[in-house]
T-cell receptor, first 115, second 113 residues
Framework: QQQVKQSPQSLIVQKGGISIINCAYE??????FPWYQQFPGKGPALLIA?????SEKKEGRFTISFNKSAKQFSLHIMDSQPGDSATYFC??????????????FGQGTILTVHP | NAGVTQTPKFRVLKTGQSMTLLCAQD?????MYWYRQDPGMGLRLIHY???????AKGEVPDGYNVSRLKKQNFLLGLESAAPSQTSVYFC????????????FGNGTRLTVT
């Protein structure tokens, strides 16, 4: 049972373009939604995260948009650069109870930015 | 600081063999996790620990055991390896606080033939 569904599986964008990755979740107890970035041969690393009390969070060229009613959130990468080529994972967790701190990850999106 | 260190980086096992994956963190983190990464499946939680001497099952615990005898180490064991356990295994750690980021190691690529 995949509680967080991510799309697309792969994405090719030209340098300077906008990359958009979408995620949808089912568990309404989720209250924390991070995005992780993974380069080949490395472990994932936190890129940006959002709580459901805001609809958007921006850090540099990276923006998370959050739609609580639709149970969807997305990552936008503006002015995409070849150095952004990586695998991106959305994730979700619930702070309370036995799920404290445990992340449920999406399937991942392989982003390739062509120069 | 080394962060999270995983050993070995690569390993090939035959079906039925056993092995232990080692994870060490030098950040004094309370929480530690083992995930496996498979194409199209994302990262799935195998086991986790909220402190020294404690362990708990994650989403896909069958066929694995773990131990956390020291705060800085978290061991993942495969008693009788199966081809379905071919995967990349990641260890992660975090502080004991809601929504704290996970710090991942660089993974162990395991192939079971």
């Amino acid at each position: 049972q995949q509680q967080v569904k991510q799309s697309p599986q792969s994405l090719i964008v030209q340098k300077g373009g906008i990359s958009i990755i979408n995620c949808a979740y089912e568990n309404t107890a989720f209250d924390y939604f991070p995005w992780y970035q993974q380069f080949p041969g490395k472990g994932p690393a936190l890129l940006i995260a959002i709580r459901p009390d805001v609809s958007e969070k921006k850090e540099g060229r990276f923006t998370i948009s959050f739609n609580k009613s639709a149970k969807q959130f997305s990552l936008h990468i503006m002015d995409s650069q070849p150095g952004d080529s990586a695998t991106y994972f959305c994730a979700a967790s619930a702070a309370g109870g036995t799920s404290y701190g445990k992340l449920t990850f999406g399937q991942g999106t392989i982003l390739t930015v062509h120069p | 600081n080394a962060g999270v260190t995983q050993t070995p980086k690569f390993r090939v096992l035959k079906t039925g063999q056993s092995m232990t994956l080692l994870c060490a963190q030098d950040m004094n983190h309370e929480y530690m996790y083992w995930y496996r990464q498979d194409p199209g499946m994302g990262l799935r939680l195998i086991h986790y620990s909220v402190g020294e001497g404690t362990t708990a099952k994650g989403e896909v615990p069958d066929g694995y055991n773990v131990s956390r005898l020291k705060k800085q180490n978290f061991l993942l064991g495969l008693e009788s390896a199966a081809p379905s356990q071919t995967s990349v295994y990641f260890c992660a750690s975090s502080v004991r606080a809601a929504n704290s980021p996970l710090h991942f190691g660089n993974g162990t690529r395991l192939t079971v033939t």
